[in-house]
């Protein structure tokens, strides 16, 4: 069964600096990787997504990501953290071509911004 | 075009209550799951529809079952809350069966007392 690893829990960066979060997944195959967002009392926004193709992906609010098949990795970066970024991220990996596409969740990294 | 809508957006029950929780999917979306994610942890699938047919589960009891009418619209229902039931629900639709892209909605906040 596949697995998501999210290593840290809590990460305190100040505005401006940069960020990257680290994602790593248990899967026999070619996954689907996924990051999503959760700000405080809401629901979860898609932020990128990994299918195929270029390996290095880039998302919405000027993150990117990049898939290493080697590492098992998906580490979700940005070059400039702003205040509003501050929230949960959550790494994800769906099964390829199936027809139950359940995601499999990592537990979370909650991201602090500080001026 | 109108994203994943959820209702109520929050719930107090007692334990041994029923509670149903429902979701309007994305427009044009026909495949629904539902996510219970447990303060501090990451969501958790329960189960998915399509068609109106459940097309797979995840390891929760029987006594979390859901619903998808003609109109790709769904209900969770919990049986007999425990208080272990108490998280954030969400629904999340995709636009086809094997599209792997979730879009999820607000969620519901269920507190059992």
């Known amino acids: 069964a596949q697995s998501v690893t999210q290593p840290d829990i809590h990460i305190t960066v100040s505005e401006g600096a940069s960020l990257e979060l680290r994602c790593n997944y248990s899967?026999?195959?070619?996954?689907?990787l996924f990051w999503y967002v959760q700000s405080p009392g809401q629901g979860l926004q898609l932020l990128l997504k990994?299918?195929?193709?270029?390996?290095l992906v880039q998302g919405i609010k000027g993150f990117e990501a990049e898939f290493k098949r080697s590492q098992s990795s998906f580490n979700l970066r940005k070059p400039s953290v702003h205040w509003s970024d501050a929230a949960e991220y959550f790494c994800a990996v769906g099964v390829l071509n199936s027809g139950n596409t359940p995601l499999v969740f990592g537990k979370g990294t909650r991201l602090s911004v500080i001026a | 075009e109108t994203g994943v809508t959820q209702s109520p957006t929050h719930l107090i029950k007692t334990r041994g209550q029923q509670v149903t929780l429902r979701c309007s999917s994305q427009s044009g979306h026909n495949t629904v799951s539902w996510y219970q994610q447990a303060l501090g942890q990451g969501p958790q699938f329960i189960f998915q529809?399509?068609?109106?047919?459940?097309?797979g589960r995840g390891n929760f009891p029987p006594r979390f079952s859901g619903l998808q009418f003609p109109n790709y619209s769904s209900e969770l229902n919990v049986n007999a809350l425990e208080l272990d039931d108490s998280a954030l629900y969400l629904c999340?639709?995709?636009?086809?069966?094997?599209?792997?892209?979730?879009?999820f909605g607000p969620g519901t906040r269920l507190l059992v007392l």
């Open positions: 990994y299918f195929s193709g270029d390996t």
């Open positions: 899967y026999g195959a070619t996954p689907y």
């Open positions: 999340a639709s995709s636009l086809k069966l094997a599209e792997e892209t979730q879009y």
């Open positions: 529809y399509y068609r109106e047919e459940e097309n």
